[in-house]
């Protein structure tokens, strides 16, 4: 009878691992996938995203340091961008396949039809190389009857971010986190009353990066729910306020052919000039354009012409029958 020998197993166990080592896959690096916001309408939609390498950013908490504020920002706005990723995307049953482009960002075209006032969306990650969680949301669908809609500017039309300021406007953007935003007194709860029913967008050219940011502060102080749709600094002009917003202006205004549209904005920089131009373009659907008095300019001035100013939202509030 032969003796057990336990070098003897220990040798087979190690022989059997080196051969079969090699048929194990890689872990999968860890990534993290946004969906930013998006709409659909009869035609067809759109819903924005991100995927980046790593993990997900932290999510900020109310009285944190300075320092980890802005370390919170530069971690939003520098995302390791994973590039040429597959993400397979569902709404309302619906199976569409989507690829990031070189700097992660995703832009799924949405299917026509979709059943108002929302759609429910999930996105899975399909990189053989790296996993991320799935990510379930909604996205907003509006129908195509005649009416109203409204765009609104976001800083310094409903948020005090004294844009007007450069160096104030660096810090804030810097420094302040969801916790730490602040609305103009009255803001949600009048644009509540004014869009009440209506579909809404928010277009700003604060960068995606700070989609979490604005929209978890919109939600937690009342503003009408919407899309938000902000700006790409890696391919979207940087300071060109006019060369960002009018294309995204005019493809709202496209996907809406029967509705109007009711435009908030603010002195401070070019929104007068970009309502203005839609307005000479397609007179028949602009019914009215507010503009946010921020500067020290009078409501007089040509840039006002046909539009009506105000420098509290209060003044907007519509008024008791």
């Known amino acids: 009878m032969r003796t057990f020998s336990w070098l003897g197993m220990l040798g087979i166990v190690g022989l059997v691992g080196l051969l079969g080592g090699g048929c194990h896959k890689p872990r999968a690096k860890e990534a993290s996938l946004l969906l930013y916001s998006g709409f659909a309408?009869?035609?067809?939609?759109?819903?924005?995203?991100?995927?980046?390498?790593?993990?997900?950013?932290?999510?900020?908490?109310?009285?944190e340091s300075k320092i980890a504020r802005i370390q919170e920002t530069l971690q939003a706005l520098d995302a390791s961008a994973l590039a040429k990723a597959p993400v397979e995307v569902t709404v309302a049953g619906h199976v569409l396949s989507a690829v990031s482009d070189e700097r992660g960002y995703l832009e799924v075209k949405l299917p026509a039809q979709l059943a108002p006032p929302k759609a429910a969306v999930e996105a899975h990650l399909r990189h053989p190389g790296y996993?991320?969680?799935?990510?379930?949301?909604?996205?907003?669908?509006?129908?195509?009857?005649?009416?109203?809609?409204?765009?609104?500017?976001?800083?310094?039309?409903?948020?005090?971010?004294?844009?007007?300021?450069?160096?104030?406007?660096?810090?804030?953007?810097?420094?302040?986190?969801?916790?730490?935003?602040?609305?103009?007194?009255?803001?949600?709860?009048?644009?509540?009353?004014?869009s009440r029913g209506l579909p809404v967008f928010y277009l700003s050219g604060s960068p995606?990066?700070?989609?979490?940011?604005?929209?978890?502060?919109?939600?937690?102080?009342?503003?009408?729910?919407?899309?938000?749709?902000l700006k790409r600094f890696s391919r979207e002009p940087l300071l060109d306020q006019m060369g960002f917003k009018y294309p995204h202006l005019r493809a709202i205004v496209a996907a809406l052919p029967s509705k109007k549209f009711v435009l908030f904005g603010d002195s401070g920089e070019k929104d007068p000039e970009i309502y203005a131009?839609?307005?000479?373009?397609?007179?028949?659907?602009?019914?009215?354009?507010?503009?946010?008095?921020?500067?020290?300019?009078?409501?007089?001035?040509?840039r006002f012409a046909g539009m009506q100013t105000f420098t509290s939202w209060s003044e907007l509030r519509p008024k008791s029958p």
Do not use: C
């Open 208 to 229: 995606w990066g700070f989609h979490a940011r604005i929209s978890s502060y919109f939600q937690r102080v009342g503003f009408p729910e919407g899309t938000l749709v």
């Open 131 to 194: 996993h991320a969680a799935p990510v379930q949301g909604t996205v907003l669908v509006y129908d195509g009857s005649p009416g109203l809609a409204v765009v609104s500017d976001v800083d310094d039309t409903l948020l005090d971010s004294q844009i007007t300021d450069r160096k104030k406007m660096i810090e804030n953007a810097l420094t302040k986190s969801t916790w730490e935003l602040a609305a103009f007194a009255d803001a949600p709860q009048v644009l509540g009353e004014l």
């Open 277 to 302: 131009r839609l307005r000479t373009e397609l007179p028949s659907r602009v019914e009215k354009i507010y503009i946010h008095l921020v500067t020290s300019e009078s409501a007089a001035s040509p």
């Open 41 to 63: 309408t009869a035609e067809g939609g759109v819903l924005y995203g991100r995927v980046s390498s790593g993990p997900p950013d932290p999510a900020p908490t109310p009285g």
